[in-house]
């Protein structure tokens, strides 16, 4: 009994120490930096926010490290202390910080072909979230689809003149296939089809009060025009009766968005949680000259991952939305490009809507530069139309997939998934792609 207590008052006497060093304040007389090829010095100190000089806590200098390391510009980050000659006679003691990263290949060329429903689409486009080494985000991209072109720019500066803010443009032009599916049947059923033709400027915010506290603003405007131009010829047959297209509208709307908790990156694994709560409001107005229409929108996402060890994680998403649904294209959209696997893109739609997607992944190979990842998963979802209370599945599907990962590559997973449905019959049960699924 002696021993144990010895025990626990040696561990809790070194973890006192331990605690009481770290909160002891470090002079920072200088900042070194290793290793990059391609970026600028300042990218990093702004990131790290210590400057030669100053007086920090250990906890400083680490969150400022894992900054660093969020961007997932930049791999093998890496620090130390290391004490100045002479530093031991100055309270707090002197030391340089020392600080090895290695930049990532960042410029991205985005390229996609697909056919099907008699339809061809080529998107062509590039992006580097690093231009020039100095942290600026900038990309383009076009798409053709038949006869018709569509296209977008944006621009996003993160840390803009050196302050927590991050600004973000977005032009777009574009032209997309909807398709609208019977939401009672139980196989993949057509009802309606039609060409949106859409123009869209939006200009963002973000102000990140801690890592763990955000709060951003946005302003969007959105022209909406229809048509049933380049509508494959079997879907323009089951819609040439009675339904008829939406009106062309014009949507200004402002967004706010409040984030808590944050996610840490150390190379491919993630690990954490946060929570974002988006309010919406704006209003539509028919080109027609009809009376406006107001638009509201609640959208609230949960993210969370949790490392067991380097090759196994937990990673999990819910998300719920409610909308108001004054306007078609003003409901969400819900299918298997990024939301439920198994499913038809746009399969589902509704004005409410809750979801749960679940992974397990597992590197099996790690053999830089490419690590192999298997993954295991989850998918739910749950509508809440024409009066029904959400609760009741509407779909959900399991599955298994393949994750090949290129770390000295920014953001570069290859990402292939087989589902099997459990609610509804849909034949696409292979989905592929880059990035993590979420």
Not at 84 to 106: C, F, M, Q
Not at 181 to 205: F, S, V
Not at 328 to 342: A, K, M, N, Q, V
Request: with cysteine; net charge negative; aromatic share 10%.
């Amino acid at each position: 009994m002696k021993t144990c207590t010895y025990l626990l008052a040696l561990v809790l006497g070194a973890s006192g120490a331990a605690f009481a060093d770290d909160s002891q304040p470090v002079h920072i007389e200088d900042v070194t930096i290793r290793g990059l090829s391609g970026t600028d010095q300042d990218v990093i100190l702004d990131l790290l926010d210590v400057m030669p000089g100053e007086r920090v806590s250990r906890q400083q200098i680490d969150q400022g490290v894992q900054r660093i390391k969020n961007t997932r510009l930049f791999t093998e980050v890496e620090h130390k202390l290391v004490a100045n000659a002479g530093s031991y006679d100055v309270n707090p003691p002197s030391k340089t910080l020392e600080i090895h990263a290695k930049d990532r290949w960042t410029t991205i060329p985005i390229f996609k072909f697909s056919s099907g429903g008699g339809v061809n689409q080529l998107v062509l486009g590039l992006y580097d979230p690093n231009v020039a080494g100095k942290l600026w985000e900038m990309g383009g991209q076009i798409e053709r689809l038949e006869e018709t072109n569509s296209g977008v720019i944006w621009a996003k500066k993160p840390r803009f003149l050196s302050l927590p803010l991050t600004l973000d443009l977005q032009v777009w032009s574009i032209n997309r296939l909807r398709s609208i599916y019977d939401q009672d049947a139980e196989a993949l059923t057509l009802e309606d089809g039609y060409l949106q033709e859409r123009q869209k400027i939006m200009l963002g915010g973000t102000w990140e009060f801690s890592d763990a506290l955000r709060l951003g603003v946005s302003l969007t405007q959105n022209r909406d025009g229809y048509s049933r131009d380049i509508v494959p010829e079997g879907l323009a047959l089951t819609t040439q009766t009675e339904v008829g297209l939406p009106e062309e509208i014009t949507g200004n709307l402002a967004a706010v968005t409040l984030g808590l908790g944050s996610l840490k990156y150390e190379e491919y694994l993630v690990t954490g949680a946060s929570l974002e709560y988006t309010v919406t409001g704006g209003q539509i107005q028919a080109e027609a000259g009809a009376d406006s229409e107001s638009i509201q929108q609640q959208d609230l996402t949960l993210l969370g991952a949790h490392n067991v060890d380097e090759n196994f994680s937990l990673v999990g998403r819910a998300a719920f939305g409610v909308s108001n649904g004054a306007h078609p294209e003003y409901r969400y959209y819900l299918g298997g490009l990024d939301r439920i696997r198994g499913y038809t893109d746009n399969r589902f739609r509704s004005d409410r809507y809750g979801l749960l997607n679940a992974e397990v992944r597992s590197v099996v190979w790690d053999y830089r530069p490419v690590v192999t990842q298997v993954v295991g998963f989850y998918d739910a979802l749950t509508l809440g139309d024409d009066g029904r209370k959400l609760g009741s599945l509407d779909a959900s599907s399991v599955g298994a997939g393949l994750r090949i990962i290129v770390p000295k590559i920014y953001r570069f997973v290859a990402r292939l998934d087989y589902a099997y449905t459990l609610q509804k019959d849909d034949p696409q049960s292979l989905s592929f792609g880059f990035q993590q699924f979420f």
